[in-house]
């Protein structure tokens, strides 16, 4: 069955940092999002992207974020200058297509750890 | 703002029991409501979809109700084992590419 894959399943790095996490959808679909779960809260919306461009984001989402589809597979989030609060895990989904009632598929996650 | 509140405190229940978790929404009526299972550490996996016009679906021992007077959706889980338990989540679809919006999950313990 396909899946959505995220790599790496765990990332440490120092405040300040950049840091690439990246996610390969389902080769089919045609929509893309990031969410983010910071421990013990709940899942949130970043980011969402259709057509090579975002769609729509979140307040969380500011200039320090960006993502990037940079080939026919690859979806990535960059964060430039990670802060101690982006520590999360960090979850990628697609779906078919971006009506209500489609169900999006998630990734296994990324956990981001700045210290 | 869009609000969705399930039940905060875990629920334990005896294996061979039905669960039943709880989920309420504010404002804005879905035309559909998610339901996901979350484990720990892993990504949200997709259970049942409702729309507004039906009363209820099934999917094997996983029912979920919608009552749009209430404003509320119920998911319900028959004769209940230990491989149940997890963190269940409600969501709606908003905005132009329908985010999902998320409760903030309840926990299930299904004791042997």
């Known amino acids: 069955e396909p899946e959505v894959t995220q790599t790496p399943s765990h990332q440490v790095t120092q405040m300040g940092q950049e840091v690439i996490l990246h996610c390969v959808p389902i080769?089919?679909?045609?929509?893309f999002y990031w969410y983010r779960q910071i421990l013990g809260q709940k899942v949130e919306f970043l980011v969402s992207f259709y057509n090579n461009e975002i769609s729509e984001k979140s307040e969380i989402f500011d200039d320090q974020f960006s993502v990037e589809r940079p080939d026919g597979s690859n979806f990535t989030l960059k964060i430039r200058s990670t802060k101690l609060e982006d520590s999360a895990m960090y979850f990628c989904a697609s779906s078919e297509q971006g009506s209500s009632y489609n169900e999006q598929f998630f990734g296994p996650g990324t956990r981001l750890t700045v210290l | 703002s869009q609000k969705i509140e399930q039940n905060s405190e875990a629920l334990n229940i005896q294996e061979g029991k039905t669960a039943t978790l709880t989920c309420n929404y504010t404002n804005y009526s879905p035309a559909y409501l998610q339901w996901y299972r979350q484990d720990p550490g892993r990504g949200p996996v997709f259970l049942l979809l409702?729309?507004?016009?039906?009363k209820e679906k099934r999917k094997e021992r996983l029912k979920v109700t919608f009552d749009t007077t209430l404003k509320q959706s119920l998911f319900h889980i028959t004769a209940s084992q230990p491989a149940d338990s997890a963190t269940y989540l409600c969501?709606?679809?908003?905005?132009?590419?329908?985010?999902?919006?998320f409760g903030t999950g309840t926990l299930l313990a299904v004791q042997p």
């Open positions: 969501a709606l679809a908003r905005g132009a590419t329908n985010k999902l919006i």
């Open positions: 409702i729309r507004e016009n039906e």
């Open positions: 080769s089919n679909h045609l929509y």
